[in-house]
């Protein structure tokens, strides 16, 4: 029996990032890795019409700041930024109540969606 090893990991310091940077032992790497599938499930469902490709979490002991590559940002910014601070405010309220964690988000442009996998299925999706 061989050993399955995700491809992915071949490729992690070459071509890829790491899609989360942040650094935690014992329990909170538990902690952390279980709020980081929920925000990016959350965020997903959210941003459907957003043409999101992926986001990043990069995160210290109380600050996070949330990278959304969209296709769309001006879906996400909103008019003035209203759209950023909303969806600031619900994820600090959905998922860090009691806890003292500064939420940021920094939405950048995808600068050619059409060489997304994940943009050019959301398009044939819909």
């Not at 029996?1 to 992915?8: C, E, L, Q």
């Not at 790491?18 to 469902?45: H, I, M, T, Y």
């Not at 969209?70 to 930024?81: Q, Y």
């Amino acid at each position: 029996m061989g050993t399955k090893v995700n491809p992915r990991v071949f490729r992690l310091a070459t071509v890829k990032g790491a899609d989360a940077k942040w650094f935690a032992r014992g329990l909170k790497f538990k902690q952390f890795l279980k709020d980081d599938v929920q925000v990016r499930e959350f965020l997903v469902k959210k941003l459907k019409e957003a043409s999101l490709d992926r986001v990043d979490i990069e995160r210290t002991n109380q600050n996070l700041n949330l990278i959304i590559h969209s296709g769309k940002p001006g879906v996400i910014i909103g008019r003035a930024g209203a759209g950023v601070e909303d969806l600031k405010k619900k994820i600090k309220n959905t998922f860090y109540r009691g806890r003292r964690v500064n939420v940021s988000i920094t939405v950048t442009e995808v600068t050619r969606p059409s060489l997304s996998s994940a943009i050019v299925a959301q398009q044939v999706a819909f």
